[in-house]
Every structure is written in C-alpha cells, then in structure tokens.
C-alpha cells in the first residue's frame, strides 16, 4: 500500500507515515489556534504573556494533540473535559456549542484558568472537541487581578463556573454572558479575551473538518488512538529505561497568605517499577488555609510536566503519554485541596515546587537529565484601577521571570518564565502604555544563581513607581525565605524578595512593614498612592557541582560580564585572577595552589 | 543596455542580464566567500557584458546574512536608558521548547560588560520626564571609554526607551557619540526601528551595528573595484524587502540588507507568476539544505518585520515575507526510538551531502530517497556537471528501510512524502498565521530542488496549479536583474479611530510619499513610481494588527468595514461597534514596471540539449515499479502539453508530474502544471 493511499482510506489502519503526517496536522492546528488567540486577545497575558493552551480531544475526552504554550494547563485540561462530558452528557453537545468551565472542583487548575470547549461534527456525527484553556486575568471575587492571597474559601476567589453552555447552537446565551461580565472587574476586555479563546476554536474547528472529510469520523478516532497508543508504548519504553527503586524528595512552600508562620511541605516518593511509575505524595502537608493549595488538575499537570523534561522530547503529546503514570494524591492536602478550599496559587506556585521535587528525587537516577531547583516563583503582581488617562477600570496580571537551576552540561537561563509556564514577559513600552506605572529598573539580580561547576540562573529586579492617584495591588510570591537548593555540590540560588517605598520616603519595607499584611509576600487589596515604590526582586537557581571545578575560563568570562565580583571568584570558585597589560587574566599556578588547598 | 543581477549564494555567483530586448545573458562563477567581490568581479567578466553595456547591477549578497548567521560582526557597545541594560540579556523569558532543561538563551549581538546606561527617560506619551544633560552624555562617554582595553568597541548601537515616540534624546546622544567616536559607525534605533517593544527595537538596532563595518566595507570594495574599471557603473544592493538601496545607503543602513539574498527569489518569483497570470502565488525556492516560503499576493510581494536571527532573537525592519525552513534535498531520514520515521531538520548540506554524492555521506536524504524514486538521473544532476552514485543512495535508504520493516522503495516513498508534509505544515503555518487561506494561490516553485516536489505540495495544500519558471536555478538572480527602486515606511500613530480623520490622515500620508520619493530620486529613479497606503488596524487592547489598504475615496470608513470583515472571516467574530486603533500608517513607494504590468518580456536562452523522449524506470508512492518519460524542457515548445507521470529535466532543475498531473507549457516558457481533467 502506498502511503498516500493509506491516508486516503477511511479504514483503521494508517501505517507509520500516514500517522506522523496526521500528528504534524494536528499539532499544528493547536499552534494556528494559538496564533489566533495571540493575534485577538486584549489582557497582556494573552497577546504578550501567552499564558494559555491549545488542545484537540476525541469524544471520549482523550487528548489527541496539544500545542502547549503554558505546561501548567497539561494536566488540568485532560479532567476538566472528561467532567463536562460526564456533567452535561455526550448526547447534549449540538454543532456550535461552545461550554466554558473554570472550576477548580471539576478538574480545574485554579479559578482564574478558563477552559472553552466546543464540539467538532462531522455528518452530524461527533468527533470530539476542541478546546482552549487560558488564564484570564479579571475573573471577580474580592481581589483585583483574582489572586484573593489571603482567601480562605474558593468563594472569595472570583465567580466560579461548572460547565455551562455559554453558546448554545451558535447564539450567545445572553443571560449567562451578563451574569459573567457583570462579576467581572474589566467586563469589555473580559469581553475580547473570551472571543478570542472562542475564535481559536473557530480556526480549529475549520481545520478538524479537513482532517474529517479525508478520514472521516471512524478513521479520525481511530488514528487517533493509535497515536495514542504509540505514544504510550514510547514512555513505557522510557520508563524501562529508568533505574528501579524508590526516591524521596522533598521542599516546602513558606507561607500562605493566612498564617505567616506556617510552612508548607511537598513530599513525594516515586517509585519506578518495570514500565510504569508511580508519583506519591502522602508525606506532602495538610491542606493550607490559605490558596497554596493545588487542585489535583494542578498536581497532575506538574507531575507530566516533570516527566516530559525527563524524557524523550519527540514522543507525540497526547493522553498516551499519561498512561505509564500514576498519581496518589491525597484529597484534603496541599496536593489535592478540597471544598471550599482556596488554590489560586496552587497553579502558580506550589507547581514548580512540585517539579522540583521530582528533579531532586531523580537526581538519584538520572542525575544527567534534572536540573538543580530554579528559582521557581512567578511573582504574581497583580493590580487595576481606573487609568488617569481613559477614566477606565483596567487589571493586569504580572509575573516575572526567575533563575532556573543548573544541569551537567550547562549554567542555568537568567531570569526565565517558571517552568509551570512559558510566557513572554510584558514589554516595558507596552506596559506604561497600557498602565499608570513607571518602570525604573528592569535588570538581573546580582549574585542571585547559586554556584556550582555549572551555575544556577540570575533573578531580575523590577522597580515600579505609581502614576496614578491610587492602584490596588496583591502579591503571591513564594521562595523570599527559602531557596533554591544545587545538586551534587551546587550552591543555592539567592531568595527573592518584595518591598515597598511609600512616596517620599527613603527605605524599602516589606509590605507587611509598610501596611501591616498578615504575609509579606502573600496578600491582597493593597493601595497604592501616587510616587510610592515597588522593587520585585525573583530567586535565582541553584548551581550543580562544586564551583570548584568550574572551568577558570569560564568563572573569568562570568567576572567580566559582571555575574559576580572577583572576592567570590576566589573564595567560592579557587580562581586568583590577576592583572595583564590591563585586563583580567586567570592565575593558573595560583588557582591550583588555591583549589588544592580549598578541597 | 543590460540591466545586471548577481546573486552570490553558497557554492554559486550567478548572473542574469537582460537587454532593453529582453534577450538574456546567464554566467556562473563558483562562490568565493572569503572574498566575494572577486566572483562579483568575476561573473561579470564571464558574462562577456562589457561595463558600458551595463545600465545597472542589482546584487543580491549573503555578505550580512552570513556575518549574523556565523556570529562574524563587530564588537558592539550598547547605549540604552539607565535601569534597562540588561533587556538584551533577559530577552523575552519564555523558552524555546516546553520540555527541555538543557536549551540555553541565545547570545545576544553584544556583551553584558559592553552595555552602558544613560540617566535620560522618555514616556508613554512621548514626553521627556528625565532630560537627557550634559552630564549623562559624558557619562556614557567615558563608560564607553572605559570598556575593557583588549576588547574596544567597533560599534555603538542606542536603544533608548520610547524613542520612536520622541526620538530627541536618541539624536543627541548620536551626534555627542559621533564626535567623541569619530570612528565608530553609530546605530539610532528610532532610526533603524521605529516600533514598540524595547526588546525587539533593541535586537533589530543591535543587528544593524553589528554587521555594519563589514558591510560599509564590502560596499566600499565594490565601489572602488568598479569604480577602478573603465566605465562608471550604477551598482545597487538588493534589500530585504525585494527593492534595492544604493551601495552608499546600504553601508548606512546595513539592516537593511539582511535578507538581501533571499529577496531576489521572491521578486523572480513573482515576475514569472505575473508572467503566467497569476496574481496569487507561493513561491518555493528549495535548494540543498533549506527551502524559502515567499508569498504574492495581487502581484506584489507581502511584507512582514518578524524576521529572527535565530529563535528568540529578532530583527524588527520591513522584510519580504519568505520563510525558511530546514528542508532541501539534503534533509536527513531518521528513525525514532518508537520506530516511527522521520525527515529533517537535520541536513546533510552541502558537504557531506547526500549518500548519493559519494562524500563520506551515509545518512539517508531526500535526494537519496528521489534517486531510488527514478525521479533524478545520476548522469544528469546539475546538467552532469557532478555525477550521484545510485547505488550508495539505495544502501543508504535501505538501512533506514529495514529499521522500519518496510522495503527500500517504500522507505524512499515515505520520505519523500513526510519531507512534502513537513514542508506542507509550515507552508500552511506561514499563510494561515497571515489570515491567507493556501487554497486559492498557485505554487511557484524553483530553485534545484522546488520543482521536484512542488506537485506533491500543491496537492496536499489543495493548490490547483504550479508553476515552473524558466532556469529554476537563476531565478533568484533574474529577480535581482529586474528588482525595483523602492522604499518602505511606517509610522505609528495610535490612536482611536474616532479621533482620526481622512483629512489628516490623507496629510499624513502625503508627507510620508513626498519623502519617499525624495529618497527614490536620490536612488536614482528616472520613471515612475507607484505609492500605496496601508492602516496597521486592531481592536483596542489587542496587541497585534491587521494591515488595510487605505484610498483617498473609501477613507477611514472603508478601512474599518474591511477590518471587521477580515476579522469575522477569520476568527469567527468582530465587534462593528468597539474602537479600533490605529496604530501605524505603512507607505510603499517603488518604481513603476516601465509601462508593462507584466515586467520585461523575456527571450529564451538557446537549448541546452537535444530533443528526444526516453524512458526511465522509477517506483511510485507505493514503491510500485513504473516507467517514467523522461523529456529535456528545451525540447518543449509553448503550447506543449503532456501527461504524468513524466519528467522534466533542465540543467540546474528537475520537474516530477506525477500521474494524475498534466503539463502545460506557457507562452511565457513557464511550466504550468494541473490535474489532468
């Protein structure tokens, strides 16, 4: 049989060639979808953040592809449709129905993540669904940008959706639209981001009837099935490959936004057996008071993510992958929150907690593949107002990047998206276009990657003056009093860190300091007036190996570019630099001397 | 009077002039990249055009490309705002891929110890909060002085925030920096890069600094080489965006000249589309180790400014929209761990190349994979001018064949089919990212390798016809030949639509026109120009726009209709009664195509080989054994049709009609292919 005559029939049976095309198809109808949403949205954290994913699903709620701009929304999104479908019931769905869905309950990640999902036909049969999961930035609830830090209960978190049909057979359910919009802060551009989320679905769709009409239903499912199913025999096959045992790990997250002394722990034993593994966190904490909780959506997702960093990066993505993994979350934890439980910062922070945790429980494996802990804190910064300019409400979400960890073979990034996402950050000239602030400092935190014979990333700092008569901002950032632990002999990463100047005065406070928040770094509704200061400072990553051993060229080229100064040169790395014909030079015989007297 | 191109790619310098006839000269001098003014010089000499005979030579070089893509430019210090040094280094945040831990940032066009601060600020509003005094510059001065003595700088590059709002700051500084550094070439990114978005304005002023010495070097040895020959001789460099700037200009703004090379492809392309009628084209330009997307659409060239160096690091100016994508006839077939087969990136470029070459190559590769098709001959590549070893071609699919259990005839198949794919799925990116539905343009495809797989392509794509110009290999060069003066500007506005109006918006315009026909008479224009006016429209709030044709008739109230209904179309929505915002006025001004719409007639060049039809046997899709007609296309006259499955073979190309396909061949010499009836 030829290959094109294989994709041709409608039978189960595409052969090799036949499936990788059709994975390249549909991979690349979730990158058009988020091109789409790119080029349509109105938040920041959309059109610049990117803070979203793009799937294709078969009718039983199995993901089939997915273009993952954010890994955060892997895990969340393979439960939030599989609980639509069994809430509303295959038999309800119509051609043109759109159902959004944002509980944290239902498979959700937390409540600011939307999720939209329409139903492809073809031949008034169902296919399955396309959906679009997106973190919308104004959602309601007591806080200004939906991160309530000190929330005690979902309710206080913004409007909770189940799944509900907001478009029913191509019209807009209008009563739903303005109880929505009516509990939003910014209602227009609420308005704007859920049409381009739909309109993504529009391009989707148009495409899944291409591949519909050559396969039909019958062969679409099938093929994807099988895709499915290579795609599982693939990570079993990599799970073989993993070294059998039991590895434990553990790392805490500092502090709630409810009770500033708690500490919260993230534990997890994975146990890698002949060709599955299983991901059990029993020893993690107590669920928080307070919304560092995850749903198990979140706990899930951050679990695959670890995996996926871990293994073979040419696997298909899709539910197959999932398969080999298991996961023991228990329900009432910091891992697995339950009703009416808060967990806005599950998905934001305690993810990347997760992943590396796992990185440090396999380091004993595979220690070539992980990397030290990064910095690992998305610094949420949220804030709105009205805009002295256009006398509109606006709210934004704002995350910065932080050092990542380092791994055998090379330093960490700087100042990099957490690895829960992968956002842009907002350009400074769109920023102060879009919002009352001034931007002072953009720049990489000094000193912030941990050593190591590779080194962990830099941290940035971005300082931010008010322009407007007031702004209302909430903060929930994480590693200020932990850090970012390095592997084998690594050093840590610095902490990060966030403070205050009131308008005419001289010293940074924290905000605790300043105004009295139960947490310095977890809290909500703060206002901010005309001329005050804010510096957000993100944690570095932590280093691998003995700095020791990193190569003199290197720790030189590191001094010149102004990573660190010339006393840790020597006193962390052993390298005495001295000085020729004007510049720098490295001193071997004296770094020997110093090396070997150091080990 | 000749009209020149030059094209200097890889392994070949190729020239096409044409005379006021329209009767063409070819040459072909093999590429000296060390030094590429002496196979300029040289094809020139071989094309026998003697220099009073030339009226102009356009030339396409790889001079900045090649500079940027090996890292071979200047030690440039960077100027920026106090507090934002490290934007360069930070980059955007995101990563490449989700899942890798190991990939690392790109390096930026400069150092983190070459970056200096100055204490200066400019607004949102384009208003100075900070001024820029004279104690800042000396400031900066001296840190630049004060860079490392073993690493002087060789450029300077400025990026201040805002200053495509207000550009005061960014000229004062220039003018104090050119006086302190008499000999350091300058770099003002209001000037190089009018956009929003620090990030990306500051990339696209690094790249301009950095290639700047070896491209003001490069022109000024053309000058003087040309200027040493006994006729004086008008040369000009063909531009990123399909026009072409003269070689002073092209010193100055050496951004500009990025994608010099590629343009040339593009504006071929489009010459021979316009030639076959067709407004609507794609043009594939695939050679040994990449394949060049380009778009047309109503006969003129698409224009986009998202070009990137490598990932995560952009080069912000006005650039035909071409594409390149890891994809030639060198592509490497391999196998994944699960069994599944895959082509590409991977190339086995120019050296060791293919199997087939007989160089030490042992991956399998699409042109190995067209051997053991019978779609190339061995005798017959590149007109025999190198001869490919059949046999080491099927071993080397064989062995991929037996890792997937399939025979090697099939392997050969599949790969083929999956490089078709890959090419096909970012054809399909490239055009549906635009809003461009593939379906209704024709696929003009050339270079070595375009003509071998553009059916299969247009199939996929659901495109009904392809095009083959004549000489597929010198296609870029004749682009160059026949390229037009022309000049792109943009100018950012934003601002509500219902605070514009058609009067000031039609003053804008004017002025934007008068200047830029001021520039092309300094180029040298001596015809006509042609100027159209476009609106850069989006939603308020959103962050990317759609580009609109503006007319003094339709006004603002035209646009906006269009706006909606393009959006509508496209995403499935609009919002008729929401603020649009305008956010920048683009003007295009270039040379009329002397009276013929088409562009020049041109006259065939004398048959490079006999008559006569034979016979070849070669395997299907299905690795099924079949018999292919193999013609020589100087052998077919216009008018000429025939049936797949058949080959074409000419010199520098091969054109596959599989079966199912018919041949027609165009009064214009072009191939047009379509589904038989």
């Keep these: 049989m030829s290959a094109n005559a294989t994709m041709d029939a409608t039978g189960p049976g595409l052969d090799s060639v036949g499936l990788t095309v059709l994975n390249n198809f549909l991979v690349n109808t979730c990158r058009e979808m988020g091109l789409a949403m790119m080029k349509t949205a109105y938040s920041s954290i959309f059109n610049e953040g990117l803070d979203f994913s793009c799937i294709i699903l078969d009718r039983d709620g199995e993901m089939v592809s997915y273009a993952e701009f954010c890994p955060a929304q892997i895990g969340a999104i393979l439960y939030t449709v599989k609980w639509t479908i069994e809430e509303l019931g295959l038999d309800n769905f119509r051609p043109g129905d759109v159902v959004m869905h944002n509980d944290p309950y239902r498979g959700g990640c937390h409540m600011p993540e939307h999720t939209v999902i329409k139903p492809v036909f073809h031949d008034g049969e169902l296919y399955g669904f396309v959906a679009n999961i997106a973190h919308v930035t104004e959602i309601g609830g007591k806080a200004v940008g939906g991160f309530a830090a000190d929330a005690k209960e979902v309710y206080q978190e913004g409007l909770r959706l189940p799944p509900i049909k907001i478009i029913d057979q191509g019209r807009h359910v209008d009563d739903l639209w303005k109880v929505i919009l009516s509990n939003h802060r910014t209602p227009v551009t609420s308005w704007g981001d859920f049409h381009a989320m739909i309109g993504s679905l529009s391009v989707a769709e148009r495409r899944l009837h291409e591949a519909l009409a050559k396969h039909g239903v019958a062969g679409l499912l099938a093929a994807g099935k099988s895709l499915m199913a290579y795609s599982e025999q693939r990570m079993r096959a990599e799970v073989r490959e993993l070294p059998k045992g039991e590895y434990g790990f553990e790392d805490w997250i500092e502090n709630d936004g409810v009770d500033p002394t708690a500490r919260y722990r993230i534990h997890c034993l994975v146990s890698v057996r002949d060709d599955d593994i299983i991901f059990d966190y029993t020893g993690s904490s107590k669920q928080a008071k ?8 979140v706990t899930a997702s951050a679990t695959y993510n670890a995996m996926l960093n871990l293994t073979d990066q040419t696997i298909p993505r899709n539910s197959g992958c999932y398969r080999p993994i298991r996961i023991i979350a228990p329900p009432g934890s910091v891992v697995n929150v339950a009703h009416p439980g808060p967990s806005v910062g599950g998905n934001s922070e305690v993810h990347e907690r997760i992943v590396d945790v796992l990185f440090g429980a396999l380091s004993a494996a595979v220690p070539q593949r992980v990397a030290a802990a990064a910095g690992a804190s998305s610094c949420n910064f949220l804030f709105g107002g009205r805009h002295p300019q256009t006398a509109q409400y606006y709210a934004n979400y704002h995350i910065e990047g932080s050092g990542w960890g380092a791994t055998i073979g090379g330093d960490g990034n700087h100042t990099q998206c957490p690895i829960n996402g992968n956002c842009r950050n907002t350009p400074v000239e769109v920023f102060e276009t879009r919002y009352p602030w001034t931007v002072e400092q953009y720049s990489l935190a000094p000193i912030s990657g941990g050593h190591g014979r590779t080194r962990g990333g830099h941290g940035c700092i971005r300082v931010l003056r008010v322009d407007a008569p007031e702004i209302t901002v909430s903060s929930f950032m994480d590693r200020h009093s932990t850090r970012a632990w390095g592997l084998f002999g690594g050093e840590d990463g610095g902490s990060g860190a966030l403070r205050v100047m009131r308008a005419g005065e001289q010293t940074w406070r924290t905000f605790s300091e300043a105004f009295g928040t139960v947490s310095p770094n977890k809290f909500a509704d703060v206002q901010l007036h005309r001329g005050d200061r804010v510096m957000i400072v993100s944690p570095g990553g932590g280093g691998y190996g003995s700095p020791l051993e990193r190569d003199p060229a290197l720790v030189l080229e590191d001094l010149r570019e102004g990573l660190y100064d010339v006393d840790i040169a020597r006193t962390v790395y052993g390298v005495v630099l001295r000085e020729v014909g004007g510049t720098l030079a490295v001193d071997a015989q004296r770094t020997r001397q110093e090396r070997g007297a150091t080990t | 009077m000749y009209r020149v191109g030059i094209d200097s790619g890889g392994t070949f310098t190729d020239l096409v002039g044409i005379d006021a006839d329209g009767a063409l000269v070819v040459a072909k001098h093999a590429s000296t990249p060390q030094a590429p003014k002496d196979a300029f010089l040289g094809v020139i000499d071989k094309s026998r055009i003697a220099d009073e005979a030339i009226e102009r030579i356009a030339h396409g070089t790889t ?62 509003n384009g208003e100075i909060t900070v001024p820029l005094d004279a104690e800042a510059i000396a400031d900066v001065v001296a840190a630049l002085r004060a860079l490392p003595a073993d690493e002087p700088p060789e450029a300077i590059a400025v990026c201040l925030l805002f200053a495509f709002l207000n550009p005061r700051h960014e000229l004062m500084l220039g003018e104090q ?34 290639v ?54 593009l504006v071929g392309g489009r010459y021979w589309a316009r030639r076959a009628g067709i407004a609507d084209g794609i043009t594939l330009d695939m050679g040994g180790t990449s394949a060049d997307v380009g778009l047309v659409i109503g006969g003129q060239q698409r224009f986009t400014t998202e070009f990137e160096i490598e990932w995560g690091l952009p080069v912000a100016v006005p650039i035909v929209e071409v594409r390149t994508l890891g994809a030639g006839g060198g592509s490497i077939a391999w196998v994944d761990k699960g069994g599944m087969l895959n082509v590409g990136p991977q190339s086995a470029g120019a ?5 087939a070459y007989a160089a030490g190559g042992t991956d399998a590769t699409v042109t190995d994979a067209n051997l053991v098709l019978g779609r190339l001959d061995p005798d ?98 004749l682009g160059a030949a026949i390229s037009e003066l022309r000049v792109e500007k943009v100018r950012t506005v934003a601002m509500l639509s219902d605070l514009a109006s058609d009067a000031a918006l039609i003053a804008q315009f004017a002025e934007m026109e008068a200047d830029a026909r001021g520039e092309l008479a300094a180029e040298g224009l001596r015809g006509h120009a042609f100027a159209t006016w476009k609106l850069s429209l989006r939603y308020f709030q959103q962050n990317y726009e759609q580009d609109v044709t503006f ?19 496209f995403y499935g929505y609009s919002f008729p009664d929401q603020p649009v915002e305008l956010v920048h006025l683009r003007l295009s001004v270039y040379e009329a195509d002397r009276g013929d719409a088409e562009g020049p007639r041109l006259r065939a060049l004398p048959a490079d080989a006999p008559a006569g039809v034979r016979e070849r046997a070669g395997r299907d899709m299905g690795g099924r054994a079949v018999t292919f007609a193999v013609h020589r296309r100087a052998a077919l006259p216009p008018g000429h049709t025939l049936a797949g499955p058949a080959i074409i073979e000419e010199v520098d190309s091969t054109t596959f009609i599989p079966a199912g396909a018919r041949l027609q061949v165009h009064e214009s010499g072009n191939l047009i292919i379509t589904e038989a009836a």
């Excluded at chain 2, 430019?73 to 280094?89: C, I, L, N």
């Excluded at chain 2, 490449?96 to 200066?120: C, M, N």
């Excluded at chain 2, 070439?185 to 990306?200: D, K, M, N, T």
């Design chain 2, 177 to 210: 920096l050119a006086q302190a550094f008499p000999d350091l070439p300058i770099s003002l990114s209001h000037q190089v890069a009018p956009i929003w978005r620090e990030y990306e304005r500051s990339s696209t002023v690094l790249a301009d600094a950095f």
């Design chain 2, 351 to 355: 050296s060791p190349g293919p199997a």
């Design chain 1, 290 to 297: 307070g919304p560092c909780n995850c749903t198990y959506g």
């Design chain 2, 63 to 124: 001079v900045a490309t090649n500079a940027i893509i090996q890292r071979q430019g200047a030690r440039v210090a960077f100027v920026t705002t106090s507090g934002f040094e490290d934007v360069p280094f930070i980059q955007r945040i995101n990563r490449r891929r989700e899942y890798d831990l190991h990939w690392r940032k790109p390096q930026p066009l400069t150092r983190r110890r070459w970056s200096v601060g100055a204490r200066e600020r400019v607004n949102a």
């Design chain 2, 212 to 265: 700047k010495p070896l491209v003001a070097g490069y022109c000024e040895s053309l000058s003087r080489a040309l200027a040493a020959r006994s006729a004086q001789v008008h040369c000009s460099i063909l531009k990123s965006d399909g026009g072409t700037t003269l070689l002073a200009n092209a010193a100055r703004r050496p951004v500009d000249i990025l994608l010099s090379g590629l343009a040339g492809g």
């Design chain 2, 551 to 569: 007319t003094r008739a339709g006004g603002l109230a035209e646009c906006l209709a269009q706006f909606h209904r393009r959006h509508a179309e």
């Design chain 2, 380 to 477: 017959y590549f590149l007109g025999g001018e190198m001869a490919l070893d059949a046999a080491l071609a099927w071993q080397a699919v064989a062995r991929v064949a037996q890792r997937v259990g399939q025979t090697p005839e099939q392997t050969a198949a599949a790969i083929v089919d999956i490089a078709d794919e890959n090419m096909t799925n970012a054809i399909r990116l490239a055009t549906i990212e635009r809003g461009i539905d593939p379906r209704g343009f024709a696929l003009v495809a050339f270079g070595g390798a375009g003509p071998l797989h553009a059916v299969a392509i247009a199939r996929k794509l659901g495109i009904e016809r392809v095009v083959v110009p004549p000489h597929p290999g010198l296609v870029s060069a």
